[in-house]
């Protein structure tokens, strides 16, 4: 069965630290990586990764995917109180009716405290 | 350009009743995905459709639901008949598939059955 584990599950930080996420998986054809940021509605999406070594920046946030061991991180520096989220990372699979699905982590609890 | 549009955002059903929600993909997306969220859960895909297609339907219940993506209008996702475990939130996330797999998510609808 695909699996995605993210750590930790719950992450609580002084504003103007940095902090890493992470993501492992275990699945059967992998097509892509997805982070994704999720505040009390919609998952907005942040990156989305799906070559080894290569990081993706977006301002204070940048990730990076490791194909060979199977896992990501997303690293937010300078947090401010508005990165509190839950923060998600999905894997993006084929299906053998040849569709791509997500499979969802749990998340991690981000808290940015003033 | 409109983002995904998801109706109604918050569904309340007695037990018995059936449950209609409604998605519009992003213009220029064929795609449609259904993601239930239980709570403290990370999302579950349930079905992945586009046009008068259902492409996958892995994740979803054998009985009781059902899914459709019209030539013309929303996608829609059906609950018949619903139990208190059905409450949920259920977010739909559009794509244009091969040209672009990033899937973009709705603001979801919140279902909660009494």
């Known amino acids: 069965e695909d699996k995605v584990v993210q750590s930790p599950l719950s992450l609580v930080v002084h504003e103007g630290d940095t902090v890493t996420l992470n993501c492992s998986y275990e699945v059967t054809n992998f097509r892509s990586l997805l982070w994704y940021k999720q505040e009390k509605k919609a998952p907005t999406f942040l990156f989305m990764l799906t070559s080894s070594g290569i990081e993706k920046k977006s301002g204070r946030l940048s990730s990076i995917l490791d194909k060979k061991e199977l896992f990501s991180i997303l690293n937010i520096t300078a947090t401010q109180t508005g990165d509190s989220a839950i923060y998600l990372c999905a894997v993006e699979v084929a299906s053998s009716q040849g569709a791509q699905k997500l499979v969802f982590g749990q998340g991690t609890r981000l808290t940015i405290n003033p | 350009n409109a983002g995904v549009m998801q109706n109604p955002r918050h569904l309340v059903r007695r037990r018995g009743q059936e449950a209609r929600l409604r998605c519009s993909p992003m213009?220029?997306?064929?795609?449609v995905y259904w993601y239930r969220q239980l709570p403290e859960e990370g999302l579950k895909f349930m079905v992945y459709?586009?046009?008068?297609?259902?492409?996958?339907e892995s994740g979803m219940p054998k009985e009781r639901f059902s899914a459709e993506f019209p030539k013309e209008g929303p996608s829609i996702l059906r609950i018949q008949q619903v139990v208190r475990g059905d409450s949920a939130a259920y977010f739909c996330?559009?794509?244009?598939?091969?040209?672009?797999?990033?899937?973009?998510f709705g603001p979801g609808t919140r279902l909660t059955v009494l």
């Open positions: 213009k220029g997306h064929s795609h």
């Open positions: 996330a559009s794509s244009r598939g091969l040209l672009g797999n990033e899937q973009f």
């Open positions: 459709l586009q046009k008068e297609n259902i492409i996958d």
